[in-house]
């Protein structure tokens, strides 16, 4: 038996999901953040600063003392149930949700894995347990709806170089941004809709607060601004409320540089003045609750607020595993794989050469 031929395994290969989000540190202990926040603010994509100042900055400046800084923020909304970081709950929550829906309609097609761009599991890691499924299709799936060169564009690099170590090369692609997807604004649209059946007021105005990057990186090509303006347009459009009800700002400014406005704190200290006292939040850019949304915005964009004058202030949860969430995500799979379920067939190869046959590795 030793010297026969070895034939590879004739089941159909699968459709490889990495459902990619950012990333979180794994305790919310200074010690693990300043971890996660060694790896994040190192990569070049995120900041651009020539390497030699920044190696300064980052490792004598930053690192000694924001990490405790940030630590005491994640202990406010940390997971006790799950002693885990909300990000990394709600993602599995997406991934297991995902998976099931794609069971459903294509079974034993899908395979879904959870990848961070920093932490874990990594991207990498995604890409290992894909490979051992015998993936020969991969798709990267960012949970960003708006494209922007420090989330979309660094995740395509560790994609990418995760795919480096096979030999034979899956096909892979990368998911169309979807800040204009009709399912993702309509799924904005319900989950604000059902929000506000809770309350007890009437919002006077609904501010959508994104994530911001440093004006330089808008100057320089990059669509982010422009995709989140789009976002609340179509939001305002689709909830059918006058231009201007749906304000527009950006959040988490970094470091001294300019970056895109409005500001949304500035906004929140600003708008009691000009008669808002009610206010629903919205956070677009967030598929997942996370750091950004329940403890910059939840709480502290809360204190802003009513400190400067505000009556009610509530933020609508983030589309997470909801149900509008998973049908988004099982259409943006859809949207992006179609043509490859059109085409499937398997793909092995019986090739006898030295009595070694190659393999999808």
């Not at 960012?142 to 994609?159: I, N």
């Not at 009709?182 to 309350?199: C, G, R, V």
């Not at 808008?218 to 976002?231: A, E, L, M, Q």
């Not at 959040?251 to 540089?257: D, I, L, V």
Request: hydrophobic residues 35%; aromatic residues 10%.
């Amino acid at each position: 038996m030793k010297n026969e031929p070895i034939y590879m395994n004739n089941s159909e290969p699968k459709i490889g999901i990495v459902l990619c989000n950012l990333g979180t540190p794994d305790e919310p202990t200074a010690k693990a953040i300043r971890r996660y926040l060694k790896e994040f603010l190192w990569d070049k994509r995120v900041v651009e600063i020539p390497r030699a100042i920044w190696w300064f900055i980052l490792n004598f400046i930053i690192l000694p003392f924001r990490p405790r800084k940030t630590a005491r923020a994640y202990r406010l909304i940390w997971d006790r149930k799950n002693n885990d970081s909300p990000l990394r709950v709600i993602t599995k929550q997406q991934a297991s949700a995902l998976q099931e829906t794609l069971d459903k309609t294509a079974p034993n097609t899908y395979q879904v894995e959870i990848g961070m761009r920093y932490g874990k599991p990594s991207i990498k890691g995604a890409v290992s347990k894909l490979k051992a499924e015998r993936c020969d299709k991969i798709l990267l799936l960012p949970l960003y709806p708006h494209y922007a060169a420090a989330t979309v564009g660094s995740a395509c690099d560790a994609f990418f170089d995760a795919l480096k170590e096979w030999r034979w090369m899956p096909t892979a692609r990368v998911a169309t941004p979807y800040f204009d997807h009709k399912d993702y604004i309509k799924a904005l649209k319900d989950s604000i809709n059902e929000h506000i059946e809770t309350l007890n007021f009437k919002p006077d105005m609904i501010l959508a607060s994104y994530h911001g990057i440093p004006d330089y990186a808008h100057t320089k090509g990059d669509p982010y601004p422009n995709h989140c303006y789009k976002t609340t347009h179509l939001l305002t459009e689709e909830l059918k409320v006058p231009t201007g009800y749906i304000t527009t700002t950006f959040q988490s400014r970094f470091g001294n540089a300019k970056w895109v406005e409005p500001y949304t704190d500035q906004t929140l200290n600003e708008l009691p003045q000009r008669g808002v006292r009610n206010l629903v939040v919205i956070t677009p850019a967030f598929h997942s609750d996370c750091l950004e949304t329940l403890e910059e915005m939840a709480i502290a964009g809360r204190k802003t607020f009513m400190v400067s004058g505000g009556k009610n202030y509530s933020i609508v949860p983030c589309l997470n595993a909801s149900k509008s969430s998973i049908h988004l995500l099982a259409s943006l799979v859809n949207d992006n794989t179609s043509d490859w379920l059109k085409t499937k067939k398997n793909p092995n190869i019986k090739l006898v050469k030295n009595k070694k046959v190659a393999s999808i590795s």
